[in-house]
Every structure is written in structure tokens, then in C-alpha cells.
């Protein structure tokens, strides 16, 4: 099996140089040495453990592709950008038939399938690439539609605790919300309380300072409506390993899927977990 190259776009951002680092380390993968980044980067290049790569700002992108499918051939793109550039980054991959594989959160994401579905490429599409999280998520979906209305009397509370840095409330949270509602209990998305404050996350929550720059914690509280019953889910991410092995096995997948001549398809992590 040759390696599956891979144009890992994003860097110098933290998820990307974690997907990048999994992809070096791994004989399934080749990593092209270019990478497409935001008009704030004013580098041109950036190494990561001795491979130099060349970072492509967006005036730059289309013209250089060009060159890069010519001297590569085929390859998959990994997009963990920014939310701003979501929809313009995968109308841009599905123009140049670039197959990808979207971990960036935030924009619209029902444009996103739309995109891809009219496009002559495949995609794999999530809002988080950790695939115990999404199992997690699978089951709320389960119980919300073979249980609805189960929590109905019940108040809600979401909390979730991400990196300062981090742009928009997690996607985790906000499909949570959608089971959250069909289990019977009202709520909306901006009800959701976003910490993004280090000093509130250390001293409130109890999150290590190792991982204030990088970390995922969630907590979904209910309460009766006589407040005698309390349910309580969490789950506590430290770091982004997590996310950087669960993006290589949907680009497994996704290579796969563009063998088989699969075009116009959208696939989510619970396609790949149900293949992995």
C-alpha cells in the first residue's frame, strides 16, 4: 500500500501541528510540505520536527495548488483552520477537487454539506474528531430518539471549558443541545456557559496549567423540577492527542472512499467508528 499523502492545512495552529506530528510518525502517511494558513501569518514557512514546510497565505492558495497536483497527484487535505473560513475553505477544496477531511468548527454547517453534495469530491465532516466523544454523542442521539421526551420537567445547565484562544462555543456542546431537546428538556444554544478565563479554569475547575492552552472539559447537568434528582454527564479532555488520532483514521477512511470513486458524499465520524 503506497502512503496516503496528506496536506495538513492550519499550521502554525495547535490542532494542525498535532495532526501533522501523527502523520510523520506514521508509514501510512506522507505529509506534503506545504500548508495553507490565514492572511495573519506573516511567515512563509514552518518546520516541524526538521521537515521545513511551506505555509500558502490565501492569495497565494489557488495558483499553488495548481502546482502541487501536478507534482503530487492525488492527495487528501485535513483543514483544522479558523471558524471564519470554514464554508470558503471547502467551497475552495471542492473546486479544485481536493478530497478532505473538515475538523475546523464553527460556519454554516448545512451550507458545508450542500457544497460537498453538489461537488465532484468526497468528504469526511465533524465538528470533533475524537471518536469516544462521538461514540458518547451516538448514544445521546439513541437515547433522544428512543427515549424522547425522557428529562421532560427537567433543567438543563451546559458548561464547557476550552483554551482561551479558542474562537467560537464548542460544536461538542452544540449538538449535545439538539438531544438535550428531543429528551424533553428546553434549552438553546446561547444558554450555553462558555469559560475561556485561564485564571477561572485553574482555580475553579481544577484544570492543570500544563493544559490551559490546550483542553476540552464538558459538563451537562439536569435537575427536577422539585430538585430531589440530579444527573450529571462529563467528559475532561487534556491535551489534543486525542483529536490528532482520531483526524488519521478518518483520513483512512476517507482514502477509501475516494479508491471506491465515492463524489458529492458527506461522511461523519460515526462512519468512521462504525468502519474502524
Known amino acids: 500500500m503506497n502512503p496516503i499523502k496528506t496536506m495538513v492545512n492550519g499550521l502554525p495552529g495547535n490542532v494542525a501541528q498535532i495532526v501533522a506530528r501523527h502523520i510523520l510518525r506514521d508509514p501510512r502517511f506522507e505529509l506534503l510540505p506545504y500548508s495553507?494558513?490565514?492572511p495573519e501569518i506573516q511567515?512563509?514557512?514552518y518546520s516541524l520536527e526538521a521537515v521545513s514546510l511551506e505555509l500558502i497565505r490565501p492569495?497565494?492558495?489557488?495558483s499553488k495548488i495548481d502546482t502541487i497536483k501536478s507534482?503530487?497527484?492525488q492527495f487528501l487535505s485535513v483543514d483544522f483552520t479558523h471558524p471564519a473560513v470554514v464554508n470558503h475553505n471547502a467551497e475552495f477544496y471542492c473546486q479544485a477537487g481536493l478530497p478532505f477531511v473538515m475538523g475546523t468548527t464553527g460556519g454554516d454547517r448545512q451550507k458545508l454539506v450542500e457544497t460537498v453534495s453538489s461537488s465532484s469530491i468526497a468528504a469526511v465532516i465533524a465538528p470533533n474528531m475524537a471518536k469516544q466523544i462521538v461514540g458518547f454523542q451516538a448514544m445521546m442521539e439513541y437515547a433522544a430518539d428512543t427515549f424522547p421526551a425522557l428529562f421532560e420537567g427537567y433543567t438543563l445547565e451546559i458548561k464547557e471549558s476550552h483554551q482561551n484562544g479558542?474562537?467560537?462555543?464548542s460544536g461538542t456542546a452544540k449538538a449535545m443541545v439538539t438531544y438535550f431537546n428531543q429528551l424533553g428538556v428546553p434549552f438553546s444554544e446561547d444558554q450555553?456557559?462558555?469559560i475561556r478565563n485561564p485564571e477561572i479554569q485553574q482555580t475553579q475547575w481544577g484544570i492543570d496549567q500544563e493544559y490551559l492552552t490546550g483542553h476540552g472539559w464538558h459538563t451537562y447537568t439536569?435537575?427536577?423540577e422539585d430538585r430531589t434528582v440530579r444527573f450529571e454527564f462529563t467528559h475532561n479532555i487534556n491535551g489534543r492527542e486525542i483529536y490528532g488520532r482520531g483526524t488519521l483514521d478518518a483520513l483512512l477512511y476517507l482514502s477509501g472512499k475516494v479508491e471506491d470513486g465515492v463524489s458529492g458524499k458527506v461522511f461523519t465520524m460515526i462512519d468512521v467508528l462504525k468502519n474502524s
Open 36 to 38: 495553507m494558513t490565514g
Open 43 to 45: 511567515q512563509s514557512g
Open 59 to 62: 492569495d497565494a492558495k489557488a
Open 71 to 73: 507534482h503530487q497527484g
Open 166 to 169: 479558542k474562537a467560537d462555543t
Open 192 to 194: 450555553i456557559i462558555k
Open 222 to 224: 439536569l435537575v427536577s
